[in-house]
C-alpha cells in the first residue's frame, strides 16, 4: 500500500518524527522492538495515517497481532520507561543548573574584588606622615650661634652699641596696627606665626635675641615654644601669659591669636 503511493519510509520518518527503524517494524509486523503500549498504537495510527490506511482497522489488525504473540507487555514496564527517562532529564538538568550557578558565582566574585581594588584609596607613606612635624621646633643656625656675639666684659665701650640688640633701630607699629616683641627671660624659645593671613615667620628666641614682628589686622600663632619664659609685649604693654593661654597644659602652646581689637583684653 505505502509503495503503491510511492511514500518512502524516511518521508513518513520526516513528517510523524518516528524512526525508520521502528517504521520497518510495524510494516514487517515485528512490535517487539517498539517501546510497547500507548507508543506502539500511536505509531500504528500515524503510520495507517501516511499510507492512507484506516486508522481504527490498522488498530484492530495490530491488536489481534498482538494477541497471537501471546499479548504485548504490561502498561507498568513502560512507565518504569517512562519514569527513568524523567529521572535522567532531570539528572542532566539539576547538573546543567549547578554548572551555570558556579560560573556566575565566579564571573560575580571576580567583579567584586576588581571594583573593590579601584575603589580602595591609597594608603599613606608613613615617612612623610613621621617627618612633616620636625619643622618648627628646630632653630636656626644663626639664633642658635648669636649668643656668643654678645660683648664680653672686657670689650670696648665702643663695641658694645653694636653687639647689644637694644641698638638696633627701633621697629614701629603702622597706624591703628600692631608691634610684637617677644622676649626669652631664660633658655630657647620658638616661634611659628603667620602675619594678617599672608605670610608665615619661624623664629628662635633667646635672652639675647628678642623677636619683633608687625601685623596691620591680626597674628596667628601656630606655636609658642618654652612659653613659660617667654615675655609678649603689644605696643610696649605686656600682656598676661595666663589671658592668652587659659587652657595650656605644657610648655608649647598652640593656636593663639592675637588681634589689634583684641590685645587690650589680654593685658596685664
Request: net charge negative; glycine share 8%; proline share 9%.
Amino acid at each position: 500500500m505505502r509503495e503503491g503511493r510511492g511514500v518512502s519510509l524516511h518521508q513518513i520518518s520526516d513528517t510523524t518524527h518516528i524512526g525508520v527503524r521502528f517504521l520497518q517494524a510495524i510494516e514487517g509486523d515485528t512490535y517487539d522492538i517498539l517501546p510497547g503500549g500507548i507508543f506502539n498504537r500511536a505509531f500504528v495510527r500515524k503510520f495507517a495515517a501516511k499510507v492512507g490506511m484506516d486508522e481504527e482497522e490498522a488498530i484492530s489488525l495490530y491488536e489481534k497481532q498482538i494477541e497471537e504473540m501471546g499479548g504485548e507487555e504490561g502498561p507498568r514496564n513502560n512507565y518504569l520507561r517512562a519514569e527513568e527517562f524523567e529521572e535522567k532529564k532531570a539528572s542532566f538538568n539539576w547538573l546543567g543548573t549547578v554548572i551555570l550557578l558556579a560560573v556566575l558565582g565566579a564571573g560575580l566574585y571576580a567583579a567584586t574584588m576588581f571594583f573593590k581594588k579601584q575603589s580602595t584609596p591609597p594608603e599613606p607613606n608613613p615617612l612623610i606622615a613621621q617627618t612633616s612635624p620636625t619643622i618648627e621646633p628646630t632653630a636656626t643656625p644663626d639664633a642658635a650661634a648669636s649668643p656668643t656675639t654678645s660683648p664680653s666684659p672686657g670689650a670696648s665701650p665702643e663695641a658694645s652699641p653694636t653687639a647689644s640688640p637694644e641698638a638696633s633701630p627701633a621697629m614701629t607699629p603702622p597706624p591703628g596696627g600692631m608691634l610684637v616683641r617677644l622676649e626669652a627671660v631664660s633658655g630657647e624659645c620658638w616661634v611659628s606665626v603667620k602675619v594678617d593671613g599672608l605670610t608665615t615667620r619661624q623664629q628662635s628666641v633667646t635672652p639675647d635675641t628678642p623677636f619683633e614682628v608687625t601685623a596691620n589686622d591680626k597674628l596667628y600663632f601656630y606655636s609658642l615654644g618654652n612659653y613659660p619664659v617667654l615675655n609678649i609685649k603689644v605696643n610696649g604693654r605686656a600682656l598676661n601669659p595666663d589671658k592668652l593661654a587659659p587652657e595650656r597644659r605644657g610648655v608649647v602652646v598652640k593656636n593663639v591669636l592675637i588681634t589689634k581689637d583684641n590685645y587690650q583684653t589680654l593685658l596685664n
